[in-house]
């Protein structure tokens, strides 16, 4: 199992540039997810998804989009680089449980993607 | 509404020191998770704990471990005996059982001083 692997490691953009964030899993989880961590902010969601098809936003969706056509993967989109979105960028995943939406099963996270937008 | 609060943004310690470091959650919900994660320098991320709001028992893996009290909403982190390979930045988080989104702590920050 490889596990969540996420390209590129590392991405310098032009402000105004777009571009496509990959992240992917190979453990059928239903759940994944985009978080950004800056300096003194933990990790805050951007959007996340339970199953193919199905995707919502979290706490800072402003600037990016996503979709999940297959279970596997959850590319986050970029639209419009702004100096803002300098940060990490980490995808998550995780089996989701019947009977209600939080779970206490583990997420795993992939390496992470160290953006800076000039 | 769900939140983490991780108080303590940085703690330095000396090799062979104890140290805890501190969560404390709010949430409405009787239901809920509690987790810890580990990041060190690399930046991975590392799951090291969860644990669910019915299950109060203290956990210890090796140096580690884990008080959790529902009477102070907090669950709190011990190392003992703290090595170099300890220094790391620690996140809390916290999903309750009606949301799909892990809330995060804003992470301590360990130093372990040889």
Redesign the interface.
């Known amino acids: 199992n490889a596990g969540v692997t996420q390209t590129p490691k590392f991405q310098v953009l032009k402000t105004g540039q777009s571009m496509t964030l990959q992240c992917a899993q190979d453990m059928n989880h239903e759940y994944m997810s985009w978080y950004r961590q800056d300096p003194g902010m933990g990790l805050r969601l951007i959007h996340y998804s339970v199953g193919a098809g199905i995707t919502d936003q979290g706490e800072v969706p402003n600037g990016y989009n996503v979709s999940r056509s297959t279970t596997e993967d959850f590319p986050l989109r970029l639209l419009s680089a702004a100096p803002s979105q300098t940060s990490v960028y980490f995808c998550a995943s995780r089996l989701l449980t019947s009977g209600g939406a939080g779970t206490s099963n583990e997420q795993f996270f992939g390496p992470g993607t160290r953006l800076t937008v000039l | 509404a769900q939140k983490v609060t991780q108080a303590q ?1 940085e703690i330095s310690v000396v090799e062979k020191e104890d140290v805890t470091l501190d969560c404390v959650y709010e949430t409405r ?1 009787t ?3 509690l ?1 810890w ?1 580990k990041q060190p320098p690399s ?3 590392v ?1 090291l704990i ?3 709001s019915f299950d109060e028992q203290n956990e210890i893996s090796g140096r580690y471990s884990w008080n959790f009290q529902k009477s102070t909403s907090s669950f709190n982190f011990t190392i003992t005996a703290s090595q170099v390979v300890d220094s790391a930045v620690y ?1 809390c988080a916290l ?13 301590t920050k360990l130093s372990v001083i040889p």
Request: glycine share 14%; no cysteine; proline share 0%.
């Open positions: 943004t919900d239901t809920y998770y987790f994660y930046g991975e991320l799951f969860r644990r669910n996140f999903n309750w059982a009606g949301s799909y989104q892990l809330t995060f702590g804003k992470g």
